[in-house]
């Protein structure tokens, strides 16, 4: 007796995404390194975590690598860690809203309650309850939200990844 799995081509098209799917949970490239043209560069999240819920701290933890890759061949020739970029609870986020930023007004104020000056700023919230509360919500994807920290974490430690 055989059993076999029929698939329709669009069905077995999504079975082999999933399976070409690589393990990192996103990747940015680089640019070229002046002293090693022969590869291209990719930085790869590897995993993250909040290791203490119990405590004061709030943090998630980001696991990086850079990816040296061979350009004659596409292989991977080494892979470098890099400094995990810890998200604390004093970083702040300015707030998406559905046309840019949320707004707000600082209004500055005398002992007698008159208003001296006003000004329009962007409303903000901590990182890390921030994105929390956007991975819940479903209002953007974990891609999306590694997607605009990885252009924070490349700014941050540019020393330590064109380092090589």
């Known amino acids: 007796m055989k059993t076999e799995l029929i698939l329709t081509p669009e069905v077995q098209a999504i079975v082999d995404a999933i399976k070409n799917t690589g393990k990192s949970w996103h990747e940015i ?8 043209p022969q590869f291209s560069r990719r930085l790869v999240v590897t995993g993250f975590n909040t290791p203490d819920m119990e405590g004061d701290e709030d943090r998630i933890y980001v696991n990086v690598r850079q990816n040296l890759i061979v350009r004659e061949g596409n292989k991977i020739h080494k892979q470098l860690r890099m400094p995990d970029w810890m998200i604390h609870e004093n970083n702040t986020e300015e707030i998406l809203g559905e046309n840019g ?34 991975i819940k919500t479903k209002s953007v994807h974990l891609a999306d939200i590694l997607t605009r920290f990885m252009g ?13």
Not at 155 to 163: L, P, R
């Open 29 to 36: 490239g680089l640019p070229d390194h002046p002293m090693y």
């Open 101 to 134: 930023f949320l707004k707000g007004i600082n209004r500055t104020t005398n002992d007698n309650g008159e208003i001296i000056s006003e000004e329009e700023v962007n409303v903000k919230a901590g990182s890390v309850q921030y994105i929390r509360f956007l």
């Open 152 to 164: 924070m974490y490349i700014q941050i430690f540019d020393e330590e990844i064109n380092n090589i």
